[in-house]
């Protein structure tokens, strides 16, 4: 099991940044992979950001050039660092951990941390 807690979210105008913190507990030598994913009202839940165990990284289109995701690996901790944030960038931010279950991925989720951005 992969326990993960979320913080840093909160109120922002726009252009303005934040950075999302995600802090993993348990077993987390087998994580494959991290990333965070968001949610806005009557949407669904979409991919933002995702970081390897490698280092490899990928974004979503809405936000390549302007958010960031990066690990510590000593703290167990990954970040999304978010500049230039928009309207639509509000949503709830979900930290995720993925680990190889033998057959398929196994998630694991954080509670989830509100980003607003006001206009």
């Known amino acids: 099991q992969v326990q993960l807690v979320e913080s840093g979210g909160g109120l922002v105008q726009a252009g303005g940044s934040l950075r999302l913190s995600c802090a993993a507990s348990g077993s987390i030598f087998s994580i494959n992979a991290m990333g965070w994913y968001r949610q806005a009202p009557g949407k669904q839940r979409e991919l933002v950001a995702a970081?390897?165990?490698?280092?490899?990284?990928n974004y979503a289109d809405s936000v390549k050039g302007r958010f960031t995701i990066s690990r510590d690996n000593a703290k167990n901790t990954v970040y999304l660092q978010m500049n230039s944030l928009k309207p639509e960038d509000t949503a709830v931010y979900y930290c995720?951990?993925?680990?190889?279950?033998?057959?398929?991925?196994?998630?694991?989720w954080g509670q989830g941390t509100r980003v607003t951005v006001s206009s």
């Open positions: 995720n951990a993925k680990r190889w279950g033998g057959a398929y991925y196994l998630d694991s």
């Open positions: 970081i390897t165990s490698g280092g490899s990284t």
